[in-house]
């Protein structure tokens, strides 16, 4: 059972107790400031996986559009509307956007469909889960060869 302190009182500070609460024994004294201590910790970990998450997801992004942009400019140049050959232009435009061109293929009979596999590496914690790879088809227009 709890019993009252036996401290000298503080005339300015009326019924404040010199010693503190901690000096009658109560074993709950500075619980709360750890409990807080352990919950702002916790709040700054899940911010950092939340913003790796968000990394990894931007990454991925930028990885399926520098496909869809080099898949693009590869098809115009398989159909004669730019000069030069298409998967050296779809691995040109690919790293002007920051990846790397890993695979690049003219699939129809026609040669004018191309499909496009692009990456981007993911640096520090995000390294194990491998590049973000980007894929994307292009080709003309519906009924146009």
Partial sequence: MWAPS???????????VLGGPAADGHPDEGSGTVHGMSIA???CALLIVILLLGQAGISMHRAAKAADLAA???ADTARGLASGV?????RAVAAENG????HCELVTREQTTVDVRTSIALFGPLEPLG???????AGPPPGEP
């Fill in 99 to 102: 990846a790397v061109m890993d």
């Fill in 6 to 16: 036996h401290h000298s009182v503080d005339p300015d500070l009326s019924g404040f």
């Fill in 86 to 90: 298409p998967c050296d232009v779809a």
């Fill in 131 to 137: 590049p973000a790879v980007g894929v994307s088809r």
């Fill in 72 to 74: 693009l400019a590869a």
């Fill in 41 to 43: 910790v916790l709040m």
